[in-house]
Structure formats: structure tokens, C-alpha cells
């Protein structure tokens, strides 16, 4: 007799109709309201964002200044769309 695969897929845990990939995701996307993330992975990922929050912040405060749009002296040129006539 063959072992079964450790596994950390929900739908092999779930035993519902014949036990197939296809009618979990069926069940899954009629009751979505009995379908909830484990609390484990939901910490995990809100740690992940506030990391990821922090790197972006650091990043952002390391980074370089730089004018994209710099104050414009005089006030001529084409960019302006005034008429000159």
C-alpha cells in the first residue's frame, strides 16, 4: 500500500462529494462564507506587509531628491500654450 504525500493543501483535507480538486474549488466558490484563511497564515502575511511597508519606507527616505517637475523661471516656451500674436 502507498503512503499518501504530506501535504499543507486544503482540499486535501477537505472530504466533500467525491473528494476531488474540482468539487472543492466548486464547494469553495458556493459557500465562500465557510471558507477561512487559518489565523497562523493571516499573522504570517500581516508580518510580511508591515516589513515590506518598512523596507519601502526606508528605501524612500535613503533615496535621492531629485526635481521631476522643477519650478519653471520665465515663463516662456511652447509648454505654456499662450499666443504670442
Do not use: F
Amino acid at each position: 500500500m502507498t503512503r499518501r504525500k504530506k501535504t499543507r493543501s486544503l482540499a486535501d483535507k477537505v472530504q466533500i462529494r467525491t473528494g476531488r480538486r474540482k468539487d472543492y474549488k466548486k464547494w469553495r466558490h458556493e459557500n465562500p462564507d465557510q471558507v477561512v484563511s487559518s489565523t497562523r497564515y493571516t499573522q504570517k502575511k500581516r508580518q510580511q506587509r508591515k516589513l515590506q511597508a518598512a523596507r519601502k519606507q526606508a528605501r524612500q527616505e535613503a533615496g535621492q531628491e531629485i526635481a521631476i517637475h522643477p519650478e519653471r523661471e520665465g515663463g516662456e516656451g511652447p509648454e505654456q500654450g499662450g499666443t504670442s500674436s
